[in-house]
């Protein structure tokens, strides 16, 4: 069993070749959920739904969120109807929400409601929220504290960042399938995908049933870095970085992580900072990380999966 | 000023050819809102929708509600995740639902969520629904009672009626822009639109504050037949008249509406029915009633507005 940290579209494209490298009983993939935010009435959970897309065949690629083939009538209707339309919920992906959060409001479990909804996709490993009940992300930024969804997508990331808090973390658990995953013996290691530290992975680190088993782990923690030749692949990462004081690159993510990640894969842009990681104390790969089709999605998983496991100790 | 009770289709187009010839501040549509009900966590409210839909000119005449140019990819999307799709939601009327249901949801009026939707629209004269508070139709059938739009949509008013209840129409009010209507001393006259007499007009007149006010008028009550023929138009008025043990004709909706109405509109097709409403002491106008198209609905809101203004004595 190897357990994935999954933010959104770089979690959501390793774990596409996790899925093909591994059968479903030995993956399970913890999804972010700081990011889920209600809107419109409905309870939106954007990273959960980006993984489950790629895994299913039917996320946009290019767009990077939502479905692909989708139509946008009904927010145009609400658009012209006076309707908030600053975020955007295609015509399919809509159908997700409602079913979520009319499950929700039944007082369904939120992995429960992401088992059945990756069935019907036809998503066969396993997806699971970081914790059942709701953790919030709010952006400390130079314009106050703003929630997630409002920093990220309605004000384009532009407000300055000087740091993080992840409401609810504190009171969140791991959901039960979750929990008793991390009780197993038979855990080869834990993957940490090349999503945002702060904003996707972070929220996962927060809770603190989940930071302590990694923290007293017995198997080894890998990492890929979110960030190439001192840019993130897509979104606010490298910004954050700059705007937290810190030069960003492959090292400064390893020291972000610190003693949470034991072995590095870094891409070969960034072969200069190896030594620098290997000082750290970590085992560093370099390799062509950029996933942009499946098959290199299904290169890099392999790199990751031989790293987990001739890791000889944790640390 | 003159006010109309309205259904759904039939009240709907004969809305369109009053307000062709009144001005917004001497027509006041009153809209039942028996068929409303939640589904998939929305609020819906079928007959305002319908009548503001049409005054604004985009609903689907041929279907008979929604909007035209609809697309169902929300519908399709739902379908296959699993989720109901017995009741057909287009994409873009989806806007509508999720505008009144937050709203709603936040406390606000339905009188004032639908002026607000109409507004939007373009419509100018005013849709009011019958009450702000929840009245719900259920239906009394061989089948138990059912919910109206379990009757209606979901089992296609296939059951045997026996009897209609109004849940909440003891404690509901006419919002205040009905109640102040009603206290106006120049109201002309009250027409009952070619609705279904059980559950479009009926909830509207178990609104005790509406009947109460009826029985005490001093103005002519005008009503339009929606039985042509012996048949309704659209929908089950027909059938329930039989279900219920009576011959469906225009005759039998006199008899039902009673002391009620002052003055019939009938069609050509039902003359040998005239002399017998008007042994029920009503004055009867025969006319087409059919409103296939625009022309037609005005033609028919000239012949009610006449009627009303040549009635010298309510009763």
Redesign the interface.
């Known amino acids: 069993m190897i357990v994935a940290l999954a933010g959104g579209v770089g979690g959501a494209r390793l774990a596409v070749g996790l899925a093909a490298l591994l059968p479903p009983d030995r993956l399970t993939i913890v999804v972010n959920t700081g990011d889920d935010f209600e809107h ?2 409905f309870s939106i959970s954007p990273d959960l739904d980006t993984v489950m897309y790629t895994l299913a065949g039917v996320a946009d690629a290019e767009r990077g969120w939502g ?1 692909r083939d989708e ?1 946008w ?2 927010m ?3 658009g ?4 908030d339309d600053w975020f955007r919920l295609g ?6 929400h ?2 979520r ?2 499950a929700l ?1 039944t007082g369904a479990r939120l992995s429960d409601i992401t088992r ?2 990756a069935d ?2 036809g998503v066969r490993h396993a997806i699971v929220p970081m914790a059942d009940e709701p953790v919030r992300t709010f952006v400390v930024t130079d314009s106050g504290e703003l929630p997630f969804q409002e920093y990220f997508v309605r004000r384009r990331c532009e407000p300055v960042v000087s740091g993080f808090r992840f409401e609810g973390a504190e009171r969140a658990r791991p959901p039960r399938v979750l929990a008793s995953v991390m009780q197993r013996k038979d855990i080869e290691g834990v993957v940490v995908c090349p999503s945002n530290p702060f904003i996707s992975i972070g929220p996962i680190l927060a809770v603190s049933a989940i930071r302590d088993w990694l923290e007293a782990r017995r198997c080894p923690v890998v990492a890929v870095s979110p960030i190439i030749g001192g840019e993130a692949v897509k979104g606010p990462t490298a910004k954050m970085f700059r705007e937290l004081g810190l030069q960003p690159s492959a090292l400064a993510v390893a020291r972000h992580y610190g003693g949470l990640v034991d072995r590095w894969v870094i891409d070969e842009q960034d072969a200069r900072e190896a030594r620098e990681i290997e000082v750290l104390g970590k085992h560093v790969m370099m390799t062509n990380t950029l996933m942009t089709d499946r098959v290199r999605s299904i290169e890099l998983a392999r790199t990751v999966i031989d790293l987990v496991r001739t890791a000889r100790t944790p640390r």
Chains 1, 2 share one sequence.
């Open positions: 419109l009435g479905r139509t009538r009904f145009e209707a609400l012209e109807l006076g309707g015509d399919r992906d809509l159908a997700v409602v079913i959060t009319r409001a059945e909804l019907r996709l």
